[in-house]
């Protein structure tokens, strides 16, 4: 299970977004703003960006359906 808490990482963020938008893409979702957080480039994180309803509901599906 992933958790907010791990260990130190080190994976490089633009990888990271990377891979995300192309398992998105194999599920038919798009994120438009998904890219890395350039205000702090240290904690490598990943702005997911705001997304309509009916594109939440379908990550959701995904999510589950990978979890079964």
Do not use: H, N
Not at 18 to 35: D, N, Q, V, Y
């Amino acid at each position: 299970m992933v958790t907010a808490q791990q260990e130190p990482d080190t994976t490089d963020v633009t990888t990271a977004v990377e891979t995300l938008r192309e398992a998105l893409k194999m599920a038919e979702i798009s994120l438009p703003s998904l890219g890395t957080d350039q205000a702090s480039p240290s904690l490598k994180l990943i702005t997911l960006g705001p997304v309509r309803a009916d594109v939440a509901l379908r990550l959701a599906q995904v999510i589950r359906r990978g979890c079964e």
